[in-house]
């Protein structure tokens, strides 16, 4: 201790000096510094929460992103998919309607060609039906007292004759 006053130390004085910042620290330690602590912990913790939150809340936003781009594509693909079938469809039913107005067009054609032809025919049965009464009016007149009816007959079978073949 001699040491400590050849320096000018007293040691009493010393001694209450680390006596009383025991005191001073052991009070600071306890009612400030240790609740002080507690509560920069538990905002630290409450932070730390806050940012594993919102790393979280950011992978499930990028995963909902994520998903929503897929169901679009996905979408998009089913949407050309029906696009594609319904312009399919629409070339079947064009052709399927095509054809039946052919087949309804070559039904009403074939009616027609048919109609004509009846109606030709009937005219020209008519036509002969004339022609060979006028004929036999004409002969008539024209041979009526000088031949008898089998010759008749033979003039209007022969000029029948000679018709259908012009025909």
């Known amino acids: 201790m001699e040491i400590l006053e050849l320096f000018g130390v007293n040691w009493k004085l010393m001694l209450a000096q680390i006596v009383n910042f025991a005191i001073v620290f052991f009070v600071l330690w306890r009612f400030a510094i240790r609740p002080l602590l507690k509560t920069m912990e538990s905002r630290n913790q409450e932070i730390a ?9 950011e992978d499930r936003l990028l995963a909902v992103e994520k998903d929503a781009k ?3 594509n996905e979408a998009k693909k089913e949407a050309m998919l029906i ?10 039913n ?11 067009v070559e039904v009403v054609v074939a009616k027609a060609k048919e109609q ?18 006028m004929l036999v009016l004409a002969l008539d007149k024209i041979l009526s007292k000088n031949l008898s009816k089998e010759i008749d007959q033979k003039y209007i079978k022969q000029a029948l004759h000679d018709l259908k073949e012009k025909n």
């Open 70 to 72: 897929a169901q679009l």
């Open 116 to 133: 004509i032809s009846q109606e030709k025919e009937k005219m020209f049965v008519e036509a002969k039906k004339e022609f060979s009464q």
């Open 94 to 104: 064009r052709k399927l309607t095509l054809d039946k107005a052919k087949s309804e």
């Open 83 to 92: 696009l594609e079938k319904a312009n399919i469809q629409a070339e079947a």
């Open 49 to 57: 929460s806050g940012l594993d939150n919102a790393r979280i809340a």
